[in-house]
């Protein structure tokens, strides 16, 4: 019994590191793009350019969303401020349906692992589901509506170039993988043990009789639950290689990232409860709808996926030392990440002054850097701040100030999309 139990680990471990070989190369370039991307893109242009409630500002709202590393809860608080700011509920459904799908990282994962046809169809269907989704919100959505302001509040357009490119560096590999480590981490454990325990052409074997029995399972498996766009791709390969249809992992890539059980309660609040029984309804059917186009019209060329000990990159030792590199990039900004925030806390702690007070809350939702960003601007944005610690492992948040009104901070947290306590 021992020995089997041996023997099922180092398989696991096997085939851990052999989607970490498959997986390096292209996420290292993900990061880079994403760290350059990240210099040089103005919040408060993109702000400006969605607020009119037409076709153009849900076409760019979509555009805008593809590249974004943001994964289906980080897209969450810059939605809720796109929203706030004046933005259409067209334009912001097409960010919301767009933007979790994929970013530079994924596509160049999806590339390398699915090949190029996924690669293109991947944002192409991005980009076709947000626009019409935003389209038929805005058809449906008869709410007053403003225009965004023209100010231009970015502080990063106004930093040196210098400071931007160490500020895009630390964003591609540091900030960046701090948010992907724990869901690609999570993603990588479920696609190697589906690898080891599920034997081959399980799927294909018992659900082959009819795509839609195997759409439906992908869609309800889906929505729920929360994987990023690039923690879904090695969890894609591996269900292929069980007999999945590529439409039907398709759905998965698609409605995986776009939704998960958090986000849901929270778009509830940002957008209205009949506006998210629209959006989960316009996720199901496009992503059934390209699931369907893709089994069906266009022929899917994939990697060698019939085997998955990974003969064909473990003597490339260019992939092992890129893979050892990404793994050191992924702990160092665990790590980063842990010590960041108990650092932040005890500093918090260890500097009220007497004529300041200090308010406890817990902040349920967030779950990277940008949920982190969203609550702390819409802390500061109260006078009387003085100072405030977010910690993401735990939710809680401790502000420190002078004249702090508690249930108008958790008011103001609130309407960034999160849950307060």
């Avoid at 082959?208 to 994987?227: D, E, G, H, K, R």
């Avoid at 990039?329 to 300041?356: C, G, H, M, P």
């Amino acid at each position: 019994m021992l020995d089997i139990i041996i023997d099922y680990m180092l398989l696991f471990l096997r085939e851990m590191w052999g989607l970490c070989l498959e997986m390096a190369p292209y996420l290292l370039l993900g990061m880079l793009v994403s760290g350059l991307i990240s210099i040089f893109i103005d919040s408060s242009f993109i702000f400006k350019h969605i607020g009119q409630k037409n076709a153009g500002s849900v076409l760019k709202s979509t555009l805008f969303g593809i590249p974004l590393p943001l994964c289906s809860c980080g897209v969450i608080p810059v939605a809720a401020t796109l929203r706030e700011s004046g933005a259409s509920k067209g334009a912001t459904v097409s960010f919301l349906v767009s933007t979790p799908q994929t970013g530079v990282d994924s596509i160049f994962l999806t590339y390398g692992m699915l090949g190029p046809m996924f690669a293109l169809f991947r944002p192409l269907a991005a980009l076709a589901s947000g626009f019409f989704s935003g389209i038929v919100i805005n058809n449906f959505d008869h709410d007053m509506h403003h225009h965004l302001s023209e100010s231009d509040n970015d502080p990063k357009t106004k930093e040196s170039l210098d400071k931007r490119i160490i500020s895009g560096v630390k964003y591609g590999f540091l900030t960046l993988p701090a948010d992907i480590v724990i869901p690609l981490t999570q993603g990588l454990v479920v696609a190697a043990a589906i690898a080891i325990l599920i034997p081959p052409q399980f799927i294909a074997e018992h659900f082959s009789s009819s795509n839609l029995i195997q759409y439906t399972m992908m869609l309800a498996v889906s929505l729920p639950i929360y994987v990023c766009a690039t923690a879904s791709i090695p969890i894609a390969v591996v269900l292929m290689a069980k007999g999945i249809t590529p439409g039907a992992a398709f759905i998965f890539l698609m409605a995986g990232p776009a939704t998960n059980a958090s986000s849901i309660a929270v778009i509830k609040n940002i957008l209205g409860k009949r506006t998210l029984y629209h959006y989960l309804v316009l996720i199901a059917f496009t992503a059934i709808s390209f699931g369907y186009i893709l089994d069906n019209f266009l022929t899917v060329t994939l990697p060698d996926m019939s085997s998955h000990t990974h003969h064909h990159v473990m003597d490339d030792y260019g992939s092992i030392i890129l893979s050892v590199i990404f793994l050191v990039i992924l702990v160092n900004a665990y790590f980063y990440r842990s010590k960041s925030e108990s650092t932040d806390s005890a500093d918090i702690e260890n500097n009220i002054e007497n004529d300041q007070e200090k308010i406890a809350i817990t902040v349920d939702g967030m779950t990277c850097s940008h949920c982190k960003e969203s609550v702390e601007s819409a802390i500061y944005s109260f006078s009387g701040v003085a100072s405030a610690s977010v910690d993401l492992l735990t939710g809680n948040v401790i502000v420190v100030g002078s004249g702090l009104d508690e249930t108008a901070l958790k008011e103001k947290i609130t309407a960034k999309g999160f849950s307060t306590k």
